[in-house]
Each structure stands twice: as C-alpha cells, then as structure tokens.
Nanobody
Framework: QVQLQESGPGLVKPSQTLSLTCTVSGGSITTSYYSWSWVRQPPGKGLEWMGIIRSDGSTYYVPSLESRTSISRDTSKNHISLQLRSVLPEDTAVYYC????????????WGQGTQVTVSS
C-alpha cells in the first residue's frame, strides 16, 4: 500500500526558507503513471495547489508562488521535497503531498499533512 509522510520544521521565521520532505513508501516516485504535488491549506481557507513534479523530473508551479517555490526529488530515497523561500506569515498552513494519477488527473493518495507556522 502506498503511503506518503510529510516531515519538516513546524515553525519558520519570516524571510527564511521552508523545507519539507515527503517520504513515499509502497511505490516508486519515478513511475510514469504518477506525478507528485504539494498542496497547502491555510487556517480557515480551502486547499491551495502549489506545484507538481512529473515522473521525468519536470516541474510546474502555480504562478502566484512560482518565484518562491521549488519542488525536487531524490530518487535514491524516494523523496519529494518542497522549498518555499522568503516565507511570510500568510504561508502558515498545513502542507500536504499527494500523488496524482496522470491519466485521470485525480489525486489518489495523500499524506496526513504537516503544520507549518511562520512567525518570529
């Protein structure tokens, strides 16, 4: 069974870089059937899709976050990583990683999420 587990610091100071890791078990992140995304949910708001990394390593980001966001992978560890630079208090959210079934463009597996608070 596929499992996704997010990890990273729960507290980040403004202007710093947020770094999160998604550890994937039960399946390879390089399989062409799937892509991998980061999604966040600020308190009291809906889900916000941040970006995606495809099986060939190419990436795409939501335009509003593109200048501050990087998604990468470590195929040896089966990890997906997120970096969000120059964070603001508005970046406080629960951050999720999720697997997309490419052919259907639906997300079938999600991590449990990790709370990140941006505060000095």
């Amino acid at each position: 069974q596929v499992q996704l587990q997010e990890s990273g610091p729960g507290l980040v100071k403004p202007s710093q870089t947020l770094s999160l890791t998604c550890t994937v078990s039960g399946g390879s992140i390089t399989t062409s059937y799937y892509s991998w995304s980061w999604v966040r949910q600020p308190p009291g708001k809906g889900l916000e899709w941040m970006g995606i990394i495809r099986s060939d390593g190419s990436t795409y980001y939501v335009p509003s976050l593109e200048s501050r966001t990087s998604i990468s992978r470590d195929t040896s560890k089966n990890h997906i990583s997120l970096q969000l630079r120059s964070v603001l208090p508005e970046d406080t959210a629960v951050y999720y990683c999720a697997r997309q079934v490419v052919a259907l463009r639906v997300y079938d597996y999600w991590g449990q999420g990790t709370q990140v608070t941006v505060s000095s």
